[in-house]
């Protein structure tokens, strides 16, 4: 009988030098110390988005460790003709991330599901004038079109070019928003469609196809789909186009005339533009010590293409203030208030008003 060999191992030997061997201060620590949070403490948004997006400039001594077969690697800054100092120092003031989002629009989604549902066991839409359903059936449809492109092919296009993690959260987010308020404005004309009331569901295609007075809108949502800088993108969808086209049309006319036509449930659906991250973005960008300059001379030559672009579009949409029944502003009193509001958002940006604005 032969005995069985004995296999032998080798010890092993702790050097110190595996991760997590070195003993420091925080070491039992779970908050993150090795950025500067823009409060006292750092927030749960702040720990999971800053520094997550590597930079040679940041972490890689070596460079990028990866890239692209016909370009450079890794998040390359001259994706965009901007320039910043310290794109890291960006953090969005709405602080969506992974779990705040789906939390965040899952409060929104049942509460447009409650109102829509309220309404059709109220046979709310049974008060309605022909008129309005008509308003509603071709202008809130064509509106959806124009939300769903800059979805995905604006927002969703673009969220991965920032050469930070948070900017491209941010704008990972904004698409989300758009693609679910485009998804609220289908199911509502699904709802209307389907209830007892004269409303055709699928007039919005034509209307958005072929309608005089949306065609400068389409024109100008496609242009904007064919843009190569993300930063001008960016600028020009939520700075220009939100400001003179999106929010004339959805806050000084859709808002401010429904409840006048005994409707309550547009105004809970309808929503407004992403601002807030993109006012922080492109102030930093203004007030940049060593870009500053350079960056508002940049802006003012991508307003010199956008607004007559968008100020077109929404003088093209000057008909449809006529077709309510019940008219409480005139396109001309709507457009003023949203052309205070651009103003007012060029100011705070340190960005001087195009002449076309008063024209």
Known sequence: MTETKQRSFPTIEFTDSEAGALEFPSSTSRAYNYYK?????????????????????????????????????????????????????????????????????????????????????????????????????????????????????????????????????????NAAHKMRFAQDLALFNLDLSEADVPFDGAAHQEVWKSAPEWQPTREAVERLTAVGDWCELLFATNIVFEQLVGSLFRTELVMQIAARNGDYITPTIVGTGDLGYTRNLFRLLTRDAEYGEANKALFGEWMATWVPRCLDAAHALQPIWSQPAEKSVTFASSLDAAKQKFRSLLEDLGLDSPKELDQ
């Open 37 to 173: 949070p823009a409060k006292l403490r750092a927030t749960m948004y702040e720990d999971v988005t800053v520094d997550v997006q590597p930079d040679p400039e940041r972490h890689l001594s070596q460079g990028w460790i990866y890239g692209f077969g016909d370009g450079p690697g890794g998040y390359p800054k001259e994706w965009t003709a901007a320039k910043s100092s310290n794109w890291h120092a960006f953090l969005d003031p709405n602080e969506e991330w992974n779990q705040t989002i789906y939390r965040n629009n899952s409060a929104i989604v049942r509460q447009v599901d409650l109102g829509l549902q309220n309404a059709k066991r109220a046979r709310a839409y049974d008060a309605w004038n022909p008129a309005w359903l008509t308003f509603i059936e071709r202008n809130l449809g064509a509106w959806m079109h124009a939300e769903n492109g800059l979805a995905l092919h604006v927002f969703t296009s673009i969220q991965r070019s920032g050469p930070t993690n948070m900017i491209n959260t941010a704008v990972a987010v």
